[in-house]
């Protein structure tokens, strides 16, 4: 596990008012100049962003490189020796991306970020640190119209709660499940038609329905899997509107195989709660089929 820095970030004007970036790309670039202090570049791997906000390697995939499209992240890769496999990344934070010419990656580009980001508080950090607490006064006229545009947890919460006769709370942690996946891409839509799904399909079992839970239902490994139970089960519907001489495909064993683990592991949540041997396995050979799919073609798995 990369070790958390004890240092100031630094979120400059031009990243801060970039409106070209997303929220969660600023507070990203952030983070990334902290982990940058003590060399001047961060190794830190899209699967610690990911564990740190909660979101998927794709999402932390998507920021960094509209980063480093706008020009505000420099990236070096390691290779190592005689093979194409990465051995090191290193992640470069450019304070002004006007001066820097982003397609050198030689002469004084790290030097520089170097001796900026040297020491937590040298000058040039407490200016930043000082121009990023100085709000001004049309950002405080701004407050009002900028909370109005904020997503409302408690309206979409109930809406769940209407829709999959659920009880759950506007809690702090679920508000962050939420988000996180808008944040993925999913919509508020397909939230709430997953959730009502597996509420309706545990609700009557003793054993199961004690994961009709947010943590359990919007956590990545599952939501990927629950959102293509819910457009499986949608298919039955859609194919007795075409003509009676459509026929489905016949699965090929593998295809099968993937259809009942699949099922098996919508109706076992607990195979990822737990580590157990048999657990492993089982998520390693869905993994495997899920593969094997997406090579062949990615046809769908009924």
Known sequence: MEE??????ILTANVRYDKRLKANEKLLFSEITALSNK?????????YFSELYEVSKKSIS??????????????????????????????????????????????????????KFHTPIDEKVKENITSINNINISDKDNSESNNKNRFNYSKFINSINEAANTNFRNSSNNRKLIHARLADGYTEEELIKVIKFKANQWKDNEKMKKY???????????????????????????????????????????????????????????????????????????????RNRVKGGGSPTE
Not at 39 to 47: F, V
Not at 230 to 247: D, F, G, L, M
């Open 4 to 9: 958390k820095p004890n240092y100031y970030s």
């Open 212 to 290: 009709i839970v947010l943590t359990t239902l919007l956590r990545p490994s599952n939501f990927d899997k629950y959102i293509q139970e819910v457009e499986i089960s949608s298919e039955p519907q859609k194919k007795k509107s075409n003509t009676s001489s459509a026929r489905r495909p016949e699965r090929t064993e593998e295809e099968e195989r993937l259809y009942q683990l699949r099922l098996y592991a919508s109706e076992h949540p607990e195979i990822y709660e737990s580590d157990t041997e048999g657990n492993r396995a089982i998520r390693e050979e869905l993994e495997r089929l899920e």
């Open 62 to 115: 998507t920021w960094i490189n509209n980063l480093k499209k706008y020009g505000y992240l420099e990236i070096k890769i390691y290779y190592k020796e005689n093979s194409k496999e990465i051995n090191k990344r290193k992640i470069y934070p450019i304070t002004n991306p006007i001066e820097v010419n982003v397609s050198t990656y030689g002469r004084k580009i790290t030097e520089g970020i170097e001796e």
């Open 39 to 47: 060399y001047g570049y961060c190794t830190a791997t899209n699967s």
